[in-house]
Structure formats: C-alpha cells, structure tokens
C-alpha cells in the first residue's frame, strides 16, 4: 500500500512539474513550432535530410519570429536570429558550456578547446593563445607563401594537361590542410603520406555526417544503442582512420621536438607551433599526450575544412561576378607592379579591397553558421528568463542575411564593407566575447594568400552563371553538389 501512494506521488509530481513548466515557463510561450504532449515537436525533425534540417531551422524566423522555442521531449531548445539577443549570449563570460550537438562530437574532438568548458577550457585557451600571435603568424607567411605558389603551379598543370574546369573543394581543402598540418603541426605533407592524407580527409566528412544524422535520430541519442548500430560501427571505424592520421602528425614532431628546439634557443628565434607549445607543456606537466590528441584534431579539423569551405564558396561567388575579379586584379597590380613576387605580410595589409570581399564571402557563407550553449545558469535576455539547462542556438548565417541589416541580403557586394561601419553584432562570423575564434587571423590571411595567388593568375568564371548549390551544414556550412569552375590562365 505504502509504495502505491509513493508511486502515486511521484506522478502527480512529474504531472505537476510538467504542467508548470509547460505553462509557466516564459520560453514556452515564445512562437515555434506545435508542440505534442511529451515529445514536443519531435517528430518535425524526423526523416528530414541533413540540408532539409538546416533549412527547416533557418526557415524558422520567416513564421515564428527571431525567437523561437522548440520542445524536444524534455529539452528546451532557444532559437534566437537577433542582435540584440545573440550579443548577450555570446559575451557571457560564464554561459560558455557547449550544447548536445557539440556532445556527439567528444568522442573525435575530446574535450579539446572547441568542445571543453570551464577550468579546462581557460587553462587550454592561455596555452593556446600564444600560438596566434601577430609574430607566429608573420614566421607563418613562408608557408602561406609556398602553398599558394604550389597551388597556383598545380592550376597551370591542370589547364595545360586540359583541365579547364575544377571541382574546387576538394582541390582547395588539399591546400588548407597541408598549410594547417605544416604551421601549426610543423609536419610537411608529402607523397609518402598522402594517402593517409585523404583517408584523414574522408574522415572527417564521415565523421560529421553521423553527427548530424544522429542528432535527429533521438534512439541513437544513448551510446549503447548508438555503438551497436550499423552507424555506431562506421563511427567507430573512421575515428580510428582519423586518429592514424594525427598520431602521426604528433610522433613525427615528437621525434623532431627536441633538435628543432635547442636549435631554435640557441639561434636566437623561438618559432613554437601550435604543435611545440602542447609538446613544452607536456614537458611541464600540464597535459598528457590524451590532451594533446585531443587539441591535434581540433586544431587539424578546424584550422583547414573551414577555410576550405569559406575559399569554396568564395572562389563560386567571384567566378559569378568578372567584375569584382577585376577589382581584386587591379589592387594587386597596384601593389606587385609587373612583378611576380609572391605576397609578403606587409602586402597583404594593403589589400583592403580582397579583405572586404572575403568579408562579404563569409556574411553569405559562414563556414560555422549556427552555435549552440548550455545554459548553466537561470539568467535574463533581456525581459524573459532563461532557465537553467535551456539550449540557446544562435543563427550566424540568419543573422548575416537579414534584409534589414544587410539591404539586398543575397546579392554579393564587397563595398558593404568598404567604408569601415562598424558591425555590432550583426556580422560575427568569427562569434565574439570570450569563446571567439582563436584562428581568426590566421584564417584570414590564409584566404588572402591564397584567393590573391589565384586571382593574380588565373581567370574564373562560372559554368552556369548564378547557380546556387543547394547547401547542407553538418560540422560546417557545405554545398551539397560540386561547385565546378572554368578556369584560365590570365
Ligand atoms: C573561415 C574560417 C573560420 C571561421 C568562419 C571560423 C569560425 C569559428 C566560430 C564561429 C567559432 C565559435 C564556435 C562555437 O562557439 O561553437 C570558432 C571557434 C574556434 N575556431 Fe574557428 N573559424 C575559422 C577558422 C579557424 C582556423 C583556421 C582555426 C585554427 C587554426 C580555428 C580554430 C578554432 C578553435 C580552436 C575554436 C574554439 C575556440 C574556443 O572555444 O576557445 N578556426 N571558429
Ligand atoms: C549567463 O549570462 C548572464 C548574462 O550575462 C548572467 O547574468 C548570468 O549570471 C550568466 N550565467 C551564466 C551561467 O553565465
Ligand atoms: C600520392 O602521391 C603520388 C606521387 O606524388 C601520386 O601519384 C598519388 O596520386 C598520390 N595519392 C593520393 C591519394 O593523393
Ligand atoms: C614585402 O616586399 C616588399 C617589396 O619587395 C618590401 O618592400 C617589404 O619590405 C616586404 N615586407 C616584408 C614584411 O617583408
């Protein structure tokens, strides 16, 4: 009898903190999608394709509004497409937890920067940061330097064997990964490892695909049931194909690291990658080698598929547009005369005009269009209250695309950026506040070099003009066709 009424308790309990919470809550009066009884809305989201997804999500604001709440079971997950909001979120020194997506993902990335939070994420983030300083990135510009010439040789060899047009994704993210794996990793890519090189690269584009099947597949949500799933063995097989990959990457420095490191003291020039840095801090006890694993890949993943991305869509937008190629040409002849040195850094400070188009490439294609947070701690946006345990997602690529702050959203106009506006929160391709992009400089001056190293050489133009690949976000923003481009020489 005794436990009859205990259960009978505990129901009208859980009905009670569920009727409250349902009718109570300020974020569950905010507009979404209908919500069902228990599950909330989520069976919206089922059988839906990863772009079908990404569409749905960035549809949201045209019926809903720039704040919209969706109930998943128990969760409650806050849209928000505004400003306004998106300032508050990404400053808050203490909302810096990562949400649910970001959780599939640890079994890759660790809880590496990207992912970590807390006491271990500012402690990462200090032994990092030194990696992105102004004076790394100038000893960086040998590299960016001979990847774009290698690049631009490997163009000419294409066209000359008759190869006008390019699919450039893959080609370009070649090139990103070998400039990350030989900056930051102090490892060169060469023949003999390059087919480790593309099973990396496969990898990776496996790796993000079940992360985001998965997401809408809430029965695979549990590990258990995920790792006996056909999906959970793929999983498993090509995390073992990526860590070969960047196990590697770590013996080779390791082996290099103290020879590199008495020659460079005793020269004089102390020029630590990223990869030297995690290796002087194993030394000093304040990371183990599961530590440096865990950064290797995050700094390997992201420090190359989102410039690859972010020159894709680039390359795509001026093959579309002679015009702006031509304006990119004519800053450069200004700065190069006939020469045909390549870019050094002090060049590359001149080109304000690439620097806006590169601008304007990533307001229409932020290679991270959407980021998510765990609120950890009931707090105010503004006039409602946020509770503890809510999931914010915060719209970059809404954001950037809305008509009342970018007039004629979709068209490609580098000047937006010319006349040096301040942009508060409206343009944040990079995020902002504490858990910003560590690689942002560097991102940026590997996209001039290269984009520059191109334009000076070669002529784009698209094979149908205006088409727009249909486009997917799985860990980054990707097309989901290939973008081709005819290329010739100039
Ligand atoms: C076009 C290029 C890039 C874009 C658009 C981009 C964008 C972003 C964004 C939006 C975030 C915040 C993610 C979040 O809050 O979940 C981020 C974080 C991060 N990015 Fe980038 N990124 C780019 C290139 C790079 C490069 C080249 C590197 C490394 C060399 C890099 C390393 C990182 C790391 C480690 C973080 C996590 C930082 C932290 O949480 O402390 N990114 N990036
Ligand atoms: C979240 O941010 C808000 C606004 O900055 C702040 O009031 C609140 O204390 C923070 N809570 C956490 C966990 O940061
Ligand atoms: C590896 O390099 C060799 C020689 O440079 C080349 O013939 C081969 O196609 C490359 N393989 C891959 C997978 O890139
Ligand atoms: C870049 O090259 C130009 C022309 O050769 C030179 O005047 C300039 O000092 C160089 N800058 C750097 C940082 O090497």
């Not at 972010?310 to 031509?326: K, N, P, S, V, Y």
């Not at 290679?367 to 707090?379: A, K, L």
């Not at 809305?402 to 068209?411: G, S």
């Not at 950026?417 to 940026?444: E, W």
Request: hydrophobic fraction near 40%.
């Amino acid at each position: 009898m005794l436990w009859q009424i205990a259960i009978a308790c505990l129901l009208i309990y859980l009905i009670r903190n569920y009727w409250l919470k349902s009718n109570f809550l300020e974020i569950a009066k905010l507009p979404g999608p209908p919500r069902l009884p228990l599950v909330g809305c989520a069976f919206r989201f089922i059988g839906h394709s990863q772009s079908e997804l990404f569409k749905i999500v960035t549809d949201f604001p045209k019926e809903y509004g720039n704040r919209v709440c969706i109930k998943v079971f128990n969760r409650y997950i806050l849209h928000l497409y505004n400003p306004k909001d998106i300032e508050i979120i990404l400053t808050s020194t203490k909302n810096i937890t990562k949400n649910r997506p970001y959780v599939f993902m640890e079994p890759w990335l660790g809880t590496g920067l990207l992912l970590s939070t807390g006491a271990k994420w500012h402690k990462r983030r200090k032994i990092l940061t030194p990696a992105f300083h102004f004076d790394i990135l100038k000893n960086f510009a040998r590299v960016f330097e001979e990847e774009g010439r290698a690049m631009v040789r490997d163009l000419h060899e294409r066209l000359q064997r008759g190869e006008r047009t390019l699919n450039v994704m893959p080609f370009i993210s070649d090139y990103t990964l070998y400039t990350i794996c030989e900056t930051a990793m102090g490892t060169r890519l060469n023949s003999e490892n390059n087919a480790s090189k593309a099973q990396y690269k496969e990898s990776v584009l496996g790796i993000g695909l079940i992360v985001m099947n998965r997401l809408s597949r809430f029965w695979l949500h549990s590990d258990l049931i995920f790792y006996l799933s056909s999906m959970g063995k793929k999983f498993k097989k090509l995390l073992e194909q990526n860590f070969a990959f960047t196990d590697r990457v770590i013996e080779e420095r390791r082996k290099n690291w103290a020879e590199t490191k008495k020659e460079e003291t005793s020269s004089g020039k102390r020029r630590m990658a990223l990869l030297d840095l995690l290796l002087d801090a194993e030394s000093k006890g304040e990371i183990d080698m599961e530590g440096i694993r865990e950064e290797v890949n995050t700094f390997m993943f992201e420090g190359h598929d989102t410039t690859a991305m972010a020159l894709t869509f680039g390359l795509m937008l001026l093959a579309d547009h002679e015009d702006i190629q031509e304006n990119i040409y004519e800053e450069c002849k200004s700065i190069f005369g006939d020469s045909t040195r390549t870019a050094n850094t002090s060049d590359l400070a001149e080109m304000k005009y690439l620097e806006a188009v590169i601008k304007e490439i990533l307001r229409l294609y932020p290679s991270v269009p959407i980021i998510g947070r765990m609120v950890t701690e009931e707090f105010k946006l503004d006039d409602i209250t946020i509770p503890e345990g809510t999931e914010v997602v915060v719209h970059f690529y809404n954001l950037q695309r809305r008509e009342d702050l970018f007039p004629e959203p979709e068209l490609f106009k580098p000047e937006r950026f010319l006349n040096g506006d301040k942009m508060h929160f409206t343009y944040v391709p990079f995020s902002a506040g504490p858990r910003n992009c560590i690689g942002q400089r560097f991102a940026m001056q590997e996209m001039k070099y290269m984009l520059s190293e191109i334009i000076r050489h070669f002529k784009l133009k698209s094979i149908v003009k205006g088409y727009r690949p249909k486009i997917t976000m799985d860990l980054v923003l990707r097309a989901c066709e290939p973008v081709n481009i005819e290329f010739s020489a100039r």
